[in-house]
């Protein structure tokens, strides 16, 4: 039942987050954070995973803003381009999976990998629509971009999982 209702206050962050922008989505990701310390951690040591994502998420999607496969409307050509702070907020509620929702993939690379490849592209395919994003033609190959790096990110949250004991935990925190 855990699971279900972590995957589920996941989608609910992800909605807001897309749909609502910055301020929204910080504060449903404190509520979200808050929620998740409290009725899902079994181990302080889920707080790395959630810190190494948002280090993760500032580095991946910044290069891709950088590179140009991801812009926003109206924003300046010119300047220094960050992802949004909704789009990290999203990477901060990934982390928050591996341990409940996502503990299926416990010792899955491959599978991790596969599913990289496949669930992300279709996820940042669908958010740009919502969030007023735009993908770099051709379109398909930022998504093979975005599969590809989640391809590798997916089997990271895996490991450090695994490294610091996320999956066997089954009690207290």
Request: with cysteine.
């Amino acid at each position: 039942m855990m699971r279900l209702a972590n995957a589920i206050l996941f989608q609910l962050v992800w909605f807001i987050c897309l749909l609502f922008g910055s301020a929204w989505a910080l504060a449903a990701t404190a509520v979200y954070l808050f929620l998740h310390d409290r009725y899902f951690m079994r181990t302080r040591r889920e707080w790395r995973l959630v810190c190494v994502f948002l280090c993760l998420g500032f580095i991946i999607d910044g290069v891709f803003f950088q590179l140009g496969l991801f812009s926003i409307a109206n924003a300046d050509p010119d300047a220094f381009k960050l992802p949004p702070i909704w789009l990290l907020c999203l990477w901060v509620s990934v982390a928050t999976m591996f341990a409940h929702s996502l503990d299926f993939l416990r010792s899955r690379y491959v599978l991790g990998a596969v599913m990289g490849m496949i669930g992300p592209p279709m996820s940042y395919f669908a958010g740009a629509k919502l969030a007023g994003i735009t993908l770099a033609e051709p379109t398909i190959l930022s998504l093979f971009a975005v599969g590809a790096m989640w391809m590798l990110v997916l089997p990271i949250g895996i490991r450090l999982s695994e490294k610091w004991a996320l999956f066997s935990l089954q009690g207290a925190k």
